[in-house]
């Protein structure tokens, strides 16, 4: 009974908000500047980045975000205002080539707004950016890669717990982590930075002031430093960054609209219900479904 009556409020409020939001839809014309905010670690599903708590920067929320700007005749240019240390190669990868794929099939210009720290695979994703903008103090470059290995042989033996593994005879390296080949190993990690250092010469041609090789040695440098270096274009902060993309776009002004998370009116309307349902339910909350997804987790991780 109790849930009927939580359901029917609900679904009364459903209705209430729907005919609101449908009332006040209004068509603005007016030329504008999305500005998309990304902020956090990088990783290739957002339930990874929970685990360390705080925002994610996912390949899914940057396709989601450009898309919308894609579909949005108004939008004229877009700013990417990037805070991150990094995260996985592989949704840095990713993430990049969407900036790049959006910027060469739309033709709309994309600047990158430095925060305090756009490092590593912070700064892998703003590489095919038409234009870097840093604040003096931030902190950026950091090109290099690292490999987490999490070596729990001590603990293991310490509490009288021994693995062992049977592998097949034709696949010697299939249980890489537990030999821990530092040759094997080794090679993936250097190819990993290629393909990094690769992409950075490739987004900042014509624009570096040394050889990538002399750049790129995982050092983090200052903006004042890499624009010195041509890893960015201009010292700016956020406003620079928007007023240089009206620029670009030939506008003579243009309205700023920031970019949320985005959501159908169906599930910010019957989203409602599935959170009353949810609450009444004994389903594991979110905190338990992480810890069983970290419990269960086990590999190597390749970041930037």
Do not use: H
Request: charged residues 25%; hydrophobic residues 40%; contains cysteine.
């Amino acid at each position: 009974m109790k849930k009927a009556i939580i359901v029917i409020v609900a679904l009364s409020l459903i209705v209430v908000v729907g005919l609101g939001l449908l009332v006040t839809i209004q068509v603005d014309t007016s030329d504008k500047v999305a500005v998309i905010p990304l902020s956090g670690e990088i990783a290739s599903d957002s339930q990874d980045g929970l685990l360390f708590g705080g925002e994610t920067i996912t390949p899914d929320l940057v396709r989601d975000y450009l898309s919308r700007a894609e579909d949005d005749s108004t939008v004229k240019a877009v700013v990417l205002r990037i805070s991150s240390n990094g995260g996985t190669s592989l949704a840095s990868q990713d993430i990049a080539r969407i900036v790049k794929e959006f910027k060469e099939e739309t033709g709309k210009p994309v600047v990158v707004s430095m925060g305090q720290s756009a490092a590593s695979g912070g700064y892998y994703i703003s590489v095919y950016a038409t234009s870097i903008l840093a604040e003096p103090s931030t902190t950026t470059g950091s090109i290099g890669v690292r490999m987490d290995i999490l070596d729990t042989d001590g603990l293991l033996e310490k509490i009288g717990v021994e693995r062992k593994t049977v592998i097949s005879q034709q696949t010697p390296y299939k249980d890489i982590l537990a030999q821990y080949d530092a040759g094997i190993l080794q090679v993936l990690c250097d190819e990993t930075y290629v393909q990094f250092a690769s992409a950075v010469a490739e987004g900042r041609q014509g624009k570096l002031t040394a050889d990538i090789g002399e750049i790129a040695d995982g050092r983090v440098y200052s903006g004042m430093q890499a624009k010195e270096l041509g890893l960015v274009d201009e010292i700016g902060n956020l406003e620079d960054s928007i007023d240089l993309a009206i620029y670009i776009a030939g506008l003579d002004e243009a309205k700023v609209q920031w970019y949320g998370k985005s959501s159908s009116l169906y599930d910010r309307l019957f989203g409602v219900v599935a959170k009353v349902d949810s609450y009444l339910s004994d389903k594991p909350s979110d905190e338990e479904l992480i810890l069983m997804r970290a419990m269960e987790s086990e590999g190597i991780v390749l970041r930037y």
